[in-house]
């Protein structure tokens, strides 16, 4: 039985497919086949079925997978006996909430560099509810996303980082337009500039919004917080974030906060990877990077 045959199965189960594990391991589909049809002969039993056009896993297959992360946690864990953290090489694939990555992991990834210089960081900006899925499915080793998609169950190890609170903000402006709100059962005709659908900060808005019946003209939906700022310096709406996002821009007066019964509201930012995961040097190393920098706080 080959280790690659090993690994070849497991990618299999993390992207969903023969074709999506031939492109995540650069094989083609045939090697793929072949590595699995090898595999079911050295364990005497059929792994795959088809159904339709897809390969399902027979219920001897979803019983070999906890098998199958066992050995390759153990190799693993022997890849990195006797390094120190200098020498270590690895990859780590890790899921950020956008905001996060812009303001508040710089810090740690420099330092993480610094001391594990052979580590290879993959880095994703995504959203928070699809990071707390893929540490559920292994596709990511950890990720760094406000705990506030709550659903994690017993299935993930949560590390709370720190409090953030949301505001309202607009150019002085548009604020001096339109200073309320907080008075129930109005329209205010200008725009909400803000992240895709669900963005928690967008969600918390959005909710109060609809509590208090108020009516915002339209959204204009970005991905990018700094095009997001930018556009709400330039009086084109306005936008609810978190303060560390703009707290540069409230300070040199380009900005400035609308009150709203919501002022003061957090969101919390964590850490997690999933209760079966190995904990690497590596990946321990990072883990301990987020807890003193409390993710930027303070440097």
């Known amino acids: 039985m080959e280790l690659r045959g090993l690994r070849t199965f497991r990618t299999i189960i993390e992207e969903g497919g023969f074709s999506k594990a ?5 094989y083609t589909q045939s090697t793929i086949t072949f590595q699995m049809k090898q595999l079911e002969r050295d364990l005497s039993t059929i792994l795959f079925e088809k159904i339709g056009r897809k390969m399902v896993l027979t219920k001897a297959g979803e019983h070999l997978i906890p098998y199958v992360d066992e050995v390759l946690q153990s190799v693993d864990k022997l890849s990195f006996l006797g390094e120190h953290l200098s020498e270590c090489p690895g990859d780590i694939q890790i899921g950020i909430g956008e ?39 292994g596709r990511l080793d950890l990720g760094v996303f406000y705990e506030d998609v709550g659903g994690f169950g017993s299935n993930l190890t949560v590390k709370r980082l720190e409090d953030y609170p949301v ?26 500039i803000i992240n895709e659908p669900n963005c928690i900060f967008r969600q918390i ?14 959204t204009i939906e970005l991905w990018s917080i700094p095009t997001i700022k930018n556009l709400v310096k330039n009086d084109v709406g306005v936008s609810f974030l978190p303060e560390f996002t703009v707290k540069e821009e409230l300070n040199r007066g380009e900005l400035e906060k609308i009150p709203t019964d919501i002022s ?5 930012a964590v850490c997690a990877h999933h209760k079966n995961k190995w904990i690497s040097p590596l990946m321990q190393l990072f883990l301990d990077l ?10």
């Open 99 to 137: 905001s996060l990555l812009c303001y508040k992991l710089p810090a740690i990834l420099k330092e993480f560099h610094k001391q594990a210089p052979k580590a290879r960081l993959f880095l994703r900006s995504m959203n928070c509810y699809d990071i707390r899925d893929e540490l559920f499915s």
């Open 290 to 299: 987020c807890d003193s920098f409390s993710c930027g706080a303070g440097r």
């Open 264 to 268: 003061g509201t957090n969101i919390t």
């Open 167 to 192: 505001v309202l903000v607009a150019s002085p402006k548009i604020k001096n337009r339109y200073p309320d709100f907080v008075t129930p059962d109005r329209t205010i005709p200008a725009p909400l």
């Open 205 to 218: 808005f959005e909710q109060y919004l609809r509590d208090k019946s108020i009516i915002l003209d339209h």
């Open 22 to 26: 031939a492109e995540k391991l650069n």
